[in-house]
């Protein structure tokens, strides 16, 4: 959904892939000289929105915030087998992720970066992803010339570049908006 939002579109498409992967971002995104106070001022204004939405879907959990890596990380986790797996979807934390950071610029009046993780749902991505890479880096051992990953966000393309960085491969982004995706080949 970031890609699709006309004022965050910024995040999008900005970055500078190198030899190791991502070097460097330019636009709001790039932002990393934020605070750790405006960070938490983040997260505090996220985590107020999220508690929000959960009592007004009856839905249980406990909200960490932390900051990191110029970036406000809200995990939203229930000690009690509730029904915040609802939420973890991926489709549906990637929304409500863009939703939160609407609120949170609303009140700031500036560009957000921030993650949210509903019921450890960007762990088990995470692992996904590690298991896409895997595959493409067995397709390239194999022999192609390159191999194509599916569309995915700017904060999960990142991901992947580290991935393969740490494989000994390059990766690069290709194609626009929603059609945006990671191409690996040999370094």
């Known amino acids: 959904m970031e890609e699709t939002t006309p004022d965050l579109a910024t995040d999008v498409d900005l970055a500078v892939e190198g030899e190791a992967g991502v070097v460097a971002t330019s636009g709001p995104?790039?932002?990393?000289?934020?605070?750790?106070?405006?960070?938490?001022?983040?997260?505090?204004?996220?985590?107020?929105?999220?508690?929000e939405l959960l009592d007004i879907t009856d839905l249980d959990g406990d909200i960490d915030i932390d900051a990191r890596d110029g970036r406000a990380y809200l995990s939203v986790n229930s000690s009690q087998d509730?029904?915040?797996?609802?939420?973890?979807?991926?489709?549906?934390?990637?929304?409500?992720?863009?939703?939160?950071?609407?609120?949170?610029?609303?009140?700031?009046?500036?560009?957000?970066?921030?993650?949210?993780?509903?019921?450890?749902?960007?762990?088990?991505?995470?692992?996904?992803?590690?298991?896409l890479v895997d595959r493409a880096a067995e397709r390239?051992?194999?022999?192609?010339?390159?191999?194509?990953l599916p569309p995915?966000?700017?904060?999960?393309?990142?991901?992947?570049?580290?991935?393969?960085?740490?494989?000994?491969?390059?990766?690069?982004?290709?194609?626009?908006?929603?059609?945006r995706h990671t191409v690996i080949t040999r370094a």
């Open 29 to 51: 995104s790039a932002d990393s000289s934020r605070s750790v106070s405006q960070l938490e001022e983040e997260g505090d204004i996220a985590a107020d929105y999220i508690e």
């Open 82 to 131: 509730s029904n915040l797996r609802l939420l973890s979807k991926p489709e549906t934390v990637n929304a409500l992720q863009e939703l939160t950071r609407i609120a949170v610029q609303a009140k700031t009046g500036v560009f957000s970066r921030l993650i949210l993780d509903v019921g450890g749902s960007r762990q088990v991505r995470e692992a996904e992803l590690a298991h």
């Open 140 to 148: 390239i051992d194999g022999g192609a010339q390159s191999a194509a």
């Open 152 to 179: 995915m966000s700017s904060y999960e393309r990142k991901l992947v570049h580290d991935l393969v960085a740490g494989k000994g491969l390059v990766s690069r982004s290709e194609g626009e908006g929603s059609d």
